[in-house]
């Protein structure tokens, strides 16, 4: 158990939809970290929050947000869903934003969009 | 942050000594080399990390070249529960952590 918890486990949606992910990191981990992986793909980085400020930002569509909270949880925010946004969505935390880091990964959100 | 590049796949016979290859040639003095793996669809776990130095930890063997244009994680005495796709990531000070596409390490019985 990596400290890190995703809720939900499991999402099935519509086309259209909105849903929201939320990640608890592990306590007193400042970093959190957003993936995606699709079926058979690797990790896309999607962004990087630290201490509630956004610090740097991947490949993440404009239909996809985040944001991280006063209490450190993030959430992942999907809006206007299509079908290849079905993934495994990772959240990873880290306690602090200085080289070396160590990310500690949850056990992810696996979305189908249908 | 410096582009990594893994063979695609490996095999490794179980007891023996799985040898996982990463180029980095582009690095640059401050950047650090990271290995991750993931088990099947579980969150990806973090197994050693590197700047100039070999590095060992009681999951593996870490060793860079010493131009540091490329390393080696070493599994001393693969087992099944090692099958895995193994990451290589070179991470400055971005914080992007990009992961790659990885090698599947298959450990044979």
């Known amino acids: 158990d990596s400290g890190v918890t995703q809720t939900p486990k499991h999402l099935i949606t519509a086309t259209g939809q909105r849903v929201t992910l939320r990640c608890s990191p592990r306590?007193?981990?400042?970093?959190v970290y957003w993936y995606q992986q699709s079926l058979d793909q690797g990790l896309q980085f999607l962004i990087h929050y630290y201490n509630g400020e956004e610090r740097a930002k991947g490949n993440i569509l404009e239909r996809f947000s985040a944001q991280q909270f006063p209490d450190l949880h993030s959430e992942l925010n999907l809006s206007s869903l299509e079908l290849g946004d079905s993934a495994l969505y990772f959240c990873?935390?880290?306690?602090?934003?200085?080289?070396?880091?160590?990310?500690?990964f949850g056990s992810g959100t696996q979305l189908s969009v249908l | 942050d410096a582009k990594t590049t893994q063979p695609p796949s490996m095999d490794c016979a179980e007891g023996r000594a799985a040898n996982l290859p990463c180029n980095h040639s582009t690095i640059s003095g401050n950047e650090y080399v990271y290995w991750y793996r993931q088990i099947h669809s579980q969150g990806p776990q973090y197994i050693i990390h590197?700047?100039?130095n070999n590095e060992t930890n009681e999951m593996a063997s870490l060793i860079i070249t010493e131009d540091r244009k490329s390393s080696t994680l070493i599994l001393p005495h693969a087992t099944l529960r090692d099958t895995a796709v193994y990451y290589c990531?070179?991470?400055?000070?971005?914080?992007?952590?990009?992961f790659g596409t990885g090698t599947r390490l298959k450990v044979l019985a």
């Open positions: 990531i070179v991470l400055s000070g971005t914080y992007k952590y990009i």
């Open positions: 990873a935390s880290s306690p602090r934003q200085a080289l070396p880091e160590k990310l500690f």
């Open positions: 590197g700047l100039k």
């Open positions: 306590s007193g981990d400042l970093s």
